[in-house]
């Protein structure tokens, strides 16, 4: 079975300092892996994916993610946060061998930064 | 056009009426999802179409009905809900449900569903 784990329910960040988003994952076979953004009220907005190659992803609004085998993980990074990335942090996976169509959300995370 | 939109955005419905969530596409994704996320929560998946066909339903009970009548639209029929059925009900799409594709999902604004 696929899981996804976001150890932090919030994060509080100043702005323009760098942020971290924690995400861990559990899958057999390759991993796919998805960060999504809410803001309030609203559907999932996608970000950016790990599909294969550079461990290092680029997405929208400045984010990245690196990927990591070794420590299952996939976190969230930008290096200087505004105030409007506050908002509410999904990482998702889609992986294994008889659950490939589904994908599975982490918890969420909150991410808060302070003017 | 990358956009999934829902409608209605709120629906306000009795436990004994009957009402409809749509939900429509445009990019030629031929798989179509429906989630439902309480406050606070990760959304949970609920059905998936392939090609117009169900393809996943997750024990999902019979008050919530899915159709998919053409691959452009998604509709989720209610009957006889429950307050605790109130949540956010989104919609979402991707180019096709192959793992080989490894494609992300688009999702819509969700229709904000309250049962009275």
């Known amino acids: 079975a696929q899981s996804v784990a976001q150890p932090e329910d919030q994060v509080n960040v100043a702005e323009g300092n760098p942020l971290t988003v924690k995400c861990t994952y559990s899958?057999?076979?390759?991993?796919?892996l998805f960060w999504y953004v809410q803001y309030p009220n609203r559907g999932l907005q996608f970000l950016l994916k790990?599909?294969?190659?550079?461990?290092l992803v680029k997405g929208s609004y400045g984010f990245e993610a690196e990927f990591n085998k070794s420590q299952t993980s996939f976190h969230l990074k930008k290096p200087s946060a505004l105030v409007s990335d506050s908002a509410l942090y999904f990482c998702?996976?889609?992986?294994?061998?008889?659950?490939?169509?589904?994908?599975?959300f982490g918890s969420g995370t909150r991410l808060s930064i302070r003017p | 056009d990358t956009e999934v939109t829902q409608t209605p955005k709120h629906l306000v419905m009795g436990m004994t009426n009957k009402k409809s969530l749509k939900c429509e596409q445009h990019m030629g994704h031929r798989a179509m999802y429906w989630y439902k996320q309480k406050a606070k929560k990760p959304p949970e998946l609920m059905f998936v179409?392939?090609?117009?066909?169900?393809?996943i339903n997750e024990s999902v009970p019979s008050r919530f009905s899915p159709e998919c009548p053409n691959s452009s639209l998604l509709n989720l029929h209610l009957h006889a809900l429950q307050p605790e059925d109130s949540a956010l009900y989104l919609c979402?799409?991707?180019?096709?449900?192959?793992?080989?594709?490894?494609?992300?999902?688009?999702f819509g604004q969700g229709t904000r569903l309250t049962v009275v």
């Open positions: 998702a996976v889609r992986g294994g061998y008889s659950s490939a169509s589904k994908i599975i």
């Open positions: 179409y392939s090609y117009e066909k169900l393809s």
């Open positions: 979402a799409s991707s180019v096709t449900l192959s793992i080989t594709m490894n494609t992300e999902a688009f």
């Open positions: 790990y599909i294969t190659g550079d461990n």
């Open positions: 899958v057999s076979g390759n991993p796919y």
